[in-house]
Nanobody, 126 residues
Framework: QVQLEQSGGGLVQAGDSLRLSCAASGRTFSRVAWFRQAPGKKRDFVSA???????YVAGSGEGRFTISRDSTKNMVYLQMNSLKPEDTAVYYC??????????????????????WGQGTQVTVSS
């Protein structure tokens, strides 16, 4: 069974750090991404990484967020530092097995990923 299992998240104060984890099982994926969705807002792209290790972080997290993967464990991580209240959202891990023909920063739309994790809440208090 193909699935993504997320862990991490929680309630932190502004300036703190959190690491989200995404465990992929069932198959390998050409790319894995993180999206987030705040109440009443659309689901936004946060970061993505390819099977080859090329990563991309969107502007909202640039300089604060780092994406990485451990291929031996089929894990992808999102390290979030200097968190801000506006980072508060449900964070989703997403993956896609289809061949990748463009650079990782092309794959920033939710419809470009077909497997989704259960979501994890991140709340940053001011």
């Amino acid at each position: 069974q193909v699935q993504l299992e997320q862990s991490g998240g929680g309630l932190v104060q502004a300036g703190d750090s959190l690491r989200l984890s995404c465990a992929a099982s069932g198959r390998t994926f050409s790319r894995v991404a993180w999206f987030r969705q705040a109440p009443g807002k659309k689901r936004d792209f946060v970061s993505a990484i390819t099977s080859g290790g090329s990563g991309y972080v969107a502007g909202s997290g640039e300089g604060r967020f780092t994406i990485s993967r451990d291929s031996t464990k089929n894990m992808v991580y999102l390290q979030m530092n200097s968190l801000k209240p506006e980072d508060t959202a449900v964070y989703y891990c997403a993956a896609d097995p289809r061949p990748q023909y463009k650079s990782v920063n092309y794959y920033v739309q939710p419809e470009q990923y077909i497997i989704w994790g259960q979501g994890t809440q991140v709340t940053v208090s001011s």
